[in-house]
Each structure stands twice: as structure tokens, then as C-alpha cells.
């Protein structure tokens, strides 16, 4: 099936800082990608809707500037984390789908854990 | 709003057990829904996909059905074994590829 690796798996930084994301789709194109947030004991929330080339759509409460998305290849998409607080971390997943293969079904990456201190 | 509601929250068997997991949700119009498996600290594992014609898919010991004008689909585990231990997952997808995921039901298989 198809595959999305998520970079890192987990990282810690400190307050003020900015941290990258990665999220690939290793072996098909994906025009859109999502990017998701789990809190502790609690299911993904949408952050935001990442397409190739053009500007992410953000859901309602996620800010823009704090949380950056670039999609700038059909393979890749980055979510940037800028002036990091504690209270960003958070387990955070990607998604894509191959619509070359099955439109419908979503895969995911391994997600990333951040722990801001 | 799409809503996604799972009960139970929580589910503690023994082994060998058979399995039902609930999933509504409050807009029928979707295009398909997904369960997923998530073990702590991990990603998400896609598990059975219905697309809205279907009424139910299989795979191994899992069987999910899916009524669309009831807004309310089940995950069936056959024979639970510990291995099975994790938080299951419902998720629709409507327009625009988004999914909306349900809170989940943490899974506990004792041996």
C-alpha cells in the first residue's frame, strides 16, 4: 500500500524556538495533504488542509502564522512550528491519499511527538 | 457540522471474546468511512474502508458494517486476542477529503 513517512518521530525544543515537520509521500503523488493534532487522550483534530503549490487552508482556531505549511512538491509538505510554547506540544500526524490508486482511502504517517520545554 | 461520536470510550475483556464497536455520526451524506488502529505513542493504521454504496467490508477477524441513513456504522472483532489492545478509531469523510474523526475506544485484551 501506500506509504507516508512522517520526520522526526519526536523531538524536544526549547520555548522560542521553531521546529520542522516533514511529512512524504514516498511512493505516489499527493496534491493534498492534511495535517492533524492529538492531544493526550483525545482524537485528531484537523489543523490544516496543505496543497501543492498554493497557500494551506487552515481550520478555524489554528493560527497561520504560528503554524506554516509549505507544500511546495507533490511529495512533501512541512509543517513549521515557529516561537514554540509548551502548551504546542502535541502528537502530530500527516496524511495523504494516492489518487491514482484508491481516492478514498487516507494514509497516515507515523506521526511526530513535540515537547516543548 | 459533521459530528463522530464512539462508545464505548473504554473496553476492558478477557481473550477470546468477541468484539462490537460503535461509531455514529450526525451527517449522512459522507463519502465513506474508515476505522483506524492507533497504538500509544504511534501513528495511525488504516483497517477496513467503507465507501458509502457499501454495507460492510471484511478483513481476517474484523468486520465493519455501515448504515448511512441510521448515521451509525460498527466495528465487529472476532476471537479478541491481547495483540488487539489499542485505541480503534472511526473517521467519515465528506467533502473536500477531510476526515472527522470520532474520540476513539481504548481497547484493553487480557490475557
Known amino acids: 500500500g501506500a506509504v507516508v513517512s512522517q520526520h522526526p518521530s519526536w523531538v524536544i525544543c526549547k520555548s522560542g524556538t521553531s521546529v520542522k515537520i516533514e511529512c512524504r509521500s514516498l511512493?505516489?503523488?499527493?496534491?493534498?495533504m492534511f495535517w492533524y493534532r492529538q492531544f493526550p487522550k483525545q482524537s485528531l483534530m484537523l489543523m490544516a488542509t496543505?496543497?501543492?503549490?498554493?497557500?494551506?487552508?487552515?481550520e478555524q482556531g489554528v493560527e497561520k502564522d504560528k503554524f506554516l505549511i509549505n507544500h511546495a512538491s507533490l511529495t512533501l509538505s512541512t509543517l513549521t512550528v515557529t516561537s514554540a510554547h509548551p502548551e504546542d506540544s502535541s502528537f502530530y500526524i500527516c496524511?495523504?491519499?494516492?489518487?491514482?490508486?484508491?481516492?478514498?482511502?487516507?494514509?497516515f504517517g507515523q506521526g511526530t511527538r513535540l515537547t516543548v520545554v | 457540522k459533521q459530528e463522530v461520536t464512539q462508545i464505548p470510550a473504554a473496553l476492558s475483556v478477557p481473550e477470546g471474546e468477541n468484539l462490537v464497536l460503535n461509531c455514529s455520526f450526525t451527517d449522512s451524506a459522507i463519502y465513506n468511512l474508515q476505522w483506524f488502529r492507533q497504538d500509544p505513542g504511534k501513528g495511525l493504521t488504516s483497517l477496513l474502508l467503507?465507501?458509502?454504496?457499501?454495507r460492510e467490508q471484511t478483513s481476517g477477524r474484523l468486520n465493519a458494517s455501515l448504515d448511512k441513513s441510521s448515521g451509525r456504522s460498527t466495528l465487529y472483532i472476532a476471537a479478541s486476542q491481547p495483540g488487539d489492545s489499542a485505541t480503534y478509531l472511526c473517521a467519515v469523510i465528506k467533502a473536500g477529503n477531510m476526515l472527522t474523526f470520532g474520540g476513539g475506544t481504548r481497547l484493553m485484551v487480557k490475557p
Open positions: 511512493d505516489f503523488q499527493a496534491t493534498t
Open positions: 496543505s496543497n501543492e503549490g498554493s497557500k494551506a487552508t487552515y
Open positions: 496524511s495523504a491519499r494516492d489518487l491514482s490508486r484508491d481516492r478514498f482511502k487516507a494514509f
Open positions: 467503507i465507501q458509502s454504496s457499501q
